[in-house]
């Protein structure tokens, strides 16, 4: 014989449903958006930073250049010594592309790495993603159904007791008749 729910609050149902529709009407969102940032920072430093300090060294490059051929030429000059300005933006020229060439190997490291150290976050992310989209919806559409049953339930009653057994009382011992 099944036994008889007892449920004491079907708004109770119906309040944890709503507040699952807000959760995920926030949550949703807020995983595309972290997917999106994911795509857009490989992209920035695949493209955008990659860009940015590749024209640097050469850049900087062609300032070395020109300082150390200032500073070249100066030396070989008889007229005139070298002089400390020159040795100065000599020296500058050279930490100036030592640190753009140091950024773009940093940058290679980092593009090279992106993938591995970020793939497992992301494929969590998409597990959630996952769970939200299908999971989720399943279980408001459960929590709809189970809250119009049991308010159909409430409503209409206890089902009637089969007329062929007698009801026992909570305190009531049963013994068989012999």
Known sequence: MPQRAHVTSVESI????????VYLSKARPALEEVTADVLRTRLWLENEQRTHWEGQVRRRVKE?????????????????????????????????????????????????????????????TEKLHTVLANDMVKAIAYLTEASKTLAAYSESGPPPAPANVAPVLPNEAVTPKT
């Open 14 to 21: 119906e309040g944890f449903r709503a507040s699952l529709i």
């Open 64 to 124: 070395f250049e020109q300082a150390q051929a200032a500073l070249f030429s100066a030396r070989l000059s008889t007229l005139r010594k070298e002089t400390s300005a020159e040795q100065m933006a000599f020296h500058r020229a050279k930490r100036s592309l030592d640190e753009a060439e140091a950024k773009l190997r940093t940058l290679k490291q980092w593009t090279r790495e992106f993938d591995n150290r970020v793939e497992p976050l992301v494929k969590q």
